[in-house]
């Protein structure tokens, strides 16, 4: 299975920007759709943005304008952009390297890596 590993994390204040990178193991990377998902202490794991194989990308409705992913096949890597970045985006960011689409939802069916730490002090 593809492993993936995440970094870019770090603490910014309030209005800041992070540049999150997720690099897959394996040559089958351009073959799937990828996603960023963050967990909050005490919340459940949510789906942040995700990008298709043909690069058409969905966002969490609270991420839209501020947060752009994008992926470079060459480099079997897939980056979040966040800027104006809120307290309320703290969380550990994780992507995962096989999302499917069922309907108008992502499911993550890939390894997940040991995730990266944003916090955003106010």
């Known amino acids: 299975q593809v492993q993936v590993v995440e970094s870019g994390g770090g603490l910014v204040q309030a209005g800041g920007s992070l540049r999150l990178s997720c690099v897959a193991s394996?040559?089958?990377?351009?073959?799937?759709?990828m996603g960023w998902y963050r967990q909050a202490p005490g919340k459940q794991r949510e789906l942040v943005a995700a990008?298709?194989?043909?690069?058409?990308?969905n966002y969490l409705d609270s991420v839209k304008g501020r947060f752009t992913i994008s992926r470079d096949n060459a480099k079997n890597t897939v980056y979040l952009q966040m800027n104006s970045l809120k307290p309320e985006d703290t969380a550990v960011y994780y992507c995962?390297?096989?999302?499917?689409?069922?309907?108008?939802?992502?499911?993550?069916?890939?390894?997940w890596g040991q995730g990266t730490q944003v916090t955003v002090s106010s």
């Open positions: 995962n390297a096989d999302l499917r689409r069922y309907g108008s939802s992502w499911s993550p069916f890939g390894s």
């Open positions: 394996g040559s089958t990377f351009s073959l799937y759709a």
């Open positions: 990008i298709s194989v043909g690069a058409g990308t």
